[in-house]
């Protein structure tokens, strides 16, 4: 294991996205990166959010669910891989994803970067990725309230999501909705850093806690180098 590298290549999926709504019969090109309200706009099925009221007519859209769709093709270098991985840097916000049909995982929080397994579920090959966005303001009506106070907009303080996007004193109630930082398809070896803890004392003492994924029972020549700037700054031998 010594000199082992861990090492994930990536690959955007930016291209040929389609976004639909199955209750209001709507389908058309999207962006990813981007947002449910903003590809409605260039689509023409609404008008400029940000003119005039325009806003208020536009409650509809958070009120249903929306589903991104593309194709991707996995290659035999990616389907051969130890690791193979969906990798969502930023999902605003409640959504379901799904990859030739299979649940593969979830999103609850806008600010968090998702990864999910897609070992054994892909094909090499052409596969369909679905991210089947889940109304944001059905998920606010089912919180209890009761006993809560916040300005604008309660049930937002339930929601890991920027809370500026149900208005305030700046800005119209307008939630983002959608697939907001790109989307990657990852692979590489199996051995992985799963966690990484450390605890410093005031006498400039400080020691690290590795969890480490794919090592299996080959730890005997185990060996981890932690860098500071590039330079050497500590290292460990299995055991110790």
Not at 77 to 97: I, M, P
Not at 195 to 215: P, W
């Amino acid at each position: 294991m010594k000199n082992h590298k861990d090492i994930m290549k990536e690959q955007k999926i930016q291209h040929n996205w389609k976004l639909s709504c199955p209750a209001e019969n709507i389908e058309l090109a999207a962006n990813v990166p981007g947002d449910i309200t903003y590809a409605l706009y260039k689509g023409g099925v609404i008008e400029d959010p940000y003119f005039g009221m325009n806003y208020r007519k536009l409650g509809w859209i958070f009120e249903n669910d929306f589903v991104y769709s593309t194709e991707i093709t996995v290659t035999r270098e990616q389907f051969n891989a130890e690791r193979l991985e969906l990798r969502f840097y930023g999902v605003d916000t409640f959504s379901e994803v799904y990859l030739n049909g299979e649940y593969i995982g979830s999103t609850e929080n806008m600010f968090l970067k998702h990864s999910f397994s897609v070992k054994g579920i892909a094909k090499c090959g052409r596969n369909l990725l679905e991210v089947r966005m889940c109304s944001t303001m059905a998920r606010m009506k089912a919180y209890d309230c009761k006993n809560y106070f916040a300005t604008f907009n309660l049930p937002r303080i339930f929601i890991r999501k920027a809370q500026c996007h149900f208005g305030w004193d700046w800005a119209p109630n307008l939630p983002g909705y959608g697939i907001w930082q790109p989307v990657c398809i990852a692979w590489g070896d199996a051995l992985r850093l799963k966690a990484v803890r450390y605890v410093a004392d005031t006498e400039g003492n400080i020691v690290f806690h590795v969890e480490t994924e794919g090592l299996g029972q080959d730890t005997e020549n185990a060996e981890l180098a932690v860098h500071l700037a590039a330079q050497p700054f500590a290292s460990a031998e299995s055991g110790n």
